[in-house]
């Protein structure tokens, strides 16, 4: 049965927010508040709640999974960034895009889309998100919770609750989110091309 936390939406408990940290430190795997919808979120490292995520999402091997991180100092130990992409990346963030980058060894590999060895990468902009990545010191691996057969990401906690509450360990209810994705943006190549166009302005990637 998941553990469920109400966190104030502006400013969070550091008490919930510690213990929220500490249950993906021992192989939680979590649904929580992002900027643009609500996510599952676990340990980078961690395989098996990988799989989980893969599991409850039915997710194939061709899949981004993203790495949510608190800033860009994280972000470019996990991706190859150059002078030009830095400096756009720097102009988005905080914020509700997920960009699509060559990953460094530093991102294990079955995290990868296996052909173009990419990864996605976003830093929220949310305070719950944002203080339980500080409190971690560390990315979350991160896919969005829209479930099989769903057209939109779950929104109310209590239902994410009643159809995860067997297959998460902690639900943290952060307020209302919205339905709408983030914006994703392929980074990896010459040229940044929108690949999706979610809550955050595709305008200055070209979208």
Known sequence: ???????????????????????VRKGGLIAYPTDSCYALGCRLDDKDALERIRRIRQLDD???????????????????????TYRMLKSATPGSYTFILQATKETPRRVWNPKKQTIGLRVPQHPVALALLEEMGEPLLSSTLILPGDEFALTDVWDIRDRLQHDVDLVIDGGYCGIE???????SGEAPVVLRVGQGDPAPFGG
């Open 62 to 84: 061709k899949h981004h999974f993203t790495l949510v991180c608190h800033d860009l100092s994280q972000l470019g130990t996990y991706a190859r960034v150059d002078n030009r």
């Open 181 to 187: 994705p983030s914006t994703v943006v392929d980074l």
């Open 1 to 23: 049965m998941a553990q469920f936390f109400s966190v104030h939406p502006e400013n969070p408990q550091p008490r919930l927010i510690k213990q929220a940290a500490d249950i």
